[in-house]
């Protein structure tokens, strides 16, 4: 539908800004972070009365940097997970941590093999880090993993128990374009490759499948009763039965349309709560 893919477009768009937005405020706090650093080690050299050497005292931030990278992927990640157990939730903090201590070890000899003569072993390196940055990376990961968790999801319950369905369909046909109450849908039937929106006096034809069409529409409204057929529950006057496990559905315009055993006992569940008699 037109109006869905509209609104999908955008709920997209939204999202993928929101994303840059934050990878972007991320990246910003570690190059600060790192500047800061690299300006503390110029101070404490001055202070000190030692030379300060500017790509000794980078190689040495390294870590800082690694942060914008792997925070970026793991964000991504975590976008597709549900952190529901303490273990999964464990996981995403120490392996992050594991692949930054084995990543930032190579990185460093790399730079130290190319630009240092090699002065830093692999052995200096790793005892390093674990007595200056581990508590670095273990600080960081966990706030980031816990943070998403309990701060930047805690909406999204209440954005899925409030889930929208369409109100109104928007049939296209070629310059022209009609809005359709869904409220006046009869039943939509498959006409391939369309789908037919019958109204009680005319219907529609519409580029879309029966399924994609039943996603966004109020399934206690709209159910199927055949294959090819969904009935909108409020338009059914009555049903008797085929005496072979069919019905025959009669709606409020007089067309008669065959409910398949298939679907009948949910039928028969949405048709008595829409139709139930209250005093």
């Known amino acids: 539908m037109i109006t869905q893919q509209i609104f999908q477009k955008n ?15 991320l990246a910003a706090i570690f190059i600060f972070i790192a500047s800061l650093t690299i300006f503390q080690d110029f101070l404490d050299s001055d202070i000190s009365g030692y030379s300060f050497y500017f790509s000794e005292s980078i190689l040495f931030k390294t870590i800082w940097f690694l942060f914008i990278p792997f925070l970026a992927i793991l964000y991504k990640m975590l976008q597709n997970e549900n952190l529901q157990t ?30 240092y003569e090699g002065r830093y072993d692999l052995y200096k390196i790793f005892t390093y ?31 899925s128990d409030r889930k929208t369905f369409l109100e109104n369909i928007v049939i296209n046909n070629g310059k022209d374009n009609t809005i359709v109450k869904t409220n006046d849908i009869l039943k939509i039937t498959s006409a391939t490759p369309y789908i037919s929106i019958h109204l009680e006096n005319k ?39 085929r005496l072979n496990g069919d019905y025959d559905l009669l709606l409020k315009n007089g067309d008669e349309i065959r409910l398949s055993r298939t679907y009948a006992t949910h039928f028969k569940k949405l048709f008595n709560t829409n139709h139930r008699v209250t005093t």
């Not at 273990?87 to 730079?111: D, G, R, Y």
């Not at 940055?133 to 960081?140: A, C, P, T």
């Not at 816990?146 to 701060?151: D, E, M, S, T, V």
């Open 11 to 25: 709920t997209s768009t939204n999202k993928l800004i929101e994303s840059y937005r934050f990878l972007g405020a």
């Open 86 to 115: 303490l273990s999964k939730t464990a996981l995403f903090i120490v392996i992050p941590i594991f692949i930054h201590l084995i990543i930032l070890q190579f990185v460093f000899l790399l730079f130290s093999t190319l630009f």
């Open 129 to 159: 880090t674990l007595a200056n940055d581990f508590y670095k990376l273990v600080l960081i990961y966990a706030t980031f993993v816990l943070g998403y968790k309990y701060f930047l999801t805690s909406t999204i319950p209440v954005i």
């Open 203 to 241: 219907k529609y034809l519409q580029s879309e499948t029966l399924k994609s069409i039943c996603k966004q529409l109020d399934n206690t409204i709209f159910v199927r009763v055949h294959k090819s057929t969904v009935v909108n529950i409020k338009s059914v006057v009555s049903y008797k039965s």
